[in-house]
C-alpha cells in the first residue's frame, strides 16, 4: 500500500498562510492525494483532494508537485478555529485500504 | 442533512460480552470504513465495504466483524470484547473514490 509522510507537529501564526506537506514517493499513477482535519473532540472532515493538478476550494488549495511525489496542503490565512491534526492520504479505484497514520498537529499562534 | 451517525456516542462494556456499534449514512454512498483511533497511534482502519454483501479487510481486523447487508448501514461487531479494544472508533461513508469520506461522530468504546 502507498504510504505518505508527514511532519509530526508545525506552527502558524494567526492570519498567515500554513504550508503543510506531504511526501508520497510511492504514489501511483491512479491514487489520488486526499487531505483531511480533525479537529479537538471531533471525527476526522474532508478538506480536498487532487490527482495532478493543483486544486481549489473554499477550505484550502492543493499543490501537487510535478512528479507527485509530493504535495503541500495550503491554508491561506490560517485562524485559531484551523488549529488540528492533518492527514495526507492516497487513494485509488478499487483499492479503499486506506491509511491515515498520525499526520501533523498545527497549532495555530494567536 | 447529509450525515453519517454513529450509535451509541459512549459505551462501557465488560469483557466478553458480545456488542454491536451501529453506523447509519443517508447519502446513499457506496464505500463505508470503520476506524478506531488510540494515542500515538492516530487512525487505523478495521474493515471497508465498497458495495453491499462486498467487505475487505482493513489494517487491524482481528477481533471485529462488519456486515453490509444494505446499502445505508454498515455495523461493527465485537463478538468477545477485550480490553485492547478500548478505543475511539469513526465510521465513514463515500460516494465514490474519487469523493471525500464524511465521519460520523465516533464512539468511545470501554472494555473493562
Known amino acids: 500500500d502507498a504510504k505518505t509522510t508527514q511532519p509530526n507537529s508545525m506552527e502558524s501564526n494567526e492570519e498567515e498562510p500554513v504550508h503543510l506537506p506531504c511526501n508520497h514517493s510511492?504514489?501511483?499513477?491512479?491514487?489520488?492525494i486526499h487531505w483531511y482535519r480533525q479537529l479537538p473532540s471531533q471525527g476526522p472532515e474532508y478538506v480536498i483532494h487532487?490527482?495532478?493538478s493543483n486544486v481549489n476550494n473554499r477550505m484550502a488549495s492543493l499543490a501537487i508537485a510535478e512528479d507527485r511525489k509530493s504535495s503541500t496542503l495550503i491554508l491561506h490565512r490560517a485562524t485559531l478555529r484551523d488549529a488540528a491534526v492533518y492527514y495526507c492520504?492516497?487513494?485509488?479505484?478499487?483499492?479503499?485500504?486506506?491509511?491515515f497514520g498520525t499526520g501533523t498537529r498545527l497549532t495555530i499562534i494567536p | 442533512e447529509a450525515q453519517v451517525t454513529q450509535n451509541p456516542r459512549y459505551l462501557i462494556t465488560v469483557t466478553g460480552k458480545k456488542l454491536t456499534v451501529t453506523c447509519s449514512q443517508n447519502?446513499?454512498?457506496?464505500?463505508m470504513s470503520w476506524y478506531r483511533q488510540d494515542p500515538g497511534l492516530g487512525l487505523r482502519q478495521i474493515y471497508y465495504?465498497?458495495?453491499?454483501?462486498?467487505?475487505d479487510k482493513g489494517d487491524v481486523p482481528e477481533g471485529y466483524k462488519v456486515s453490509r447487508k444494505e446499502k445505508r448501514n454498515f455495523p461493527l461487531i465485537l463478538e468477545s470484547p477485550s480490553p485492547n479494544q478500548t478505543s475511539l472508533y469513526f465510521c465513514?461513508?463515500?460516494?465514490?473514490?474519487?469523493?471525500?469520506?464524511?465521519f460520523g461522530s465516533g464512539t468511545r468504546l470501554t472494555v473493562v
Open positions: 465513514a461513508s463515500s460516494r465514490a473514490f474519487d469523493y471525500g469520506y464524511t
Open positions: 510511492t504514489i501511483s499513477g491512479t491514487d489520488y
Open positions: 487532487g490527482l495532478t
Open positions: 492520504i492516497l487513494r485509488n479505484f478499487g483499492n479503499e485500504k486506506l491509511t
Open positions: 447519502m446513499n454512498h457506496e464505500y
Open positions: 465495504s465498497m458495495n453491499v454483501e462486498v467487505t
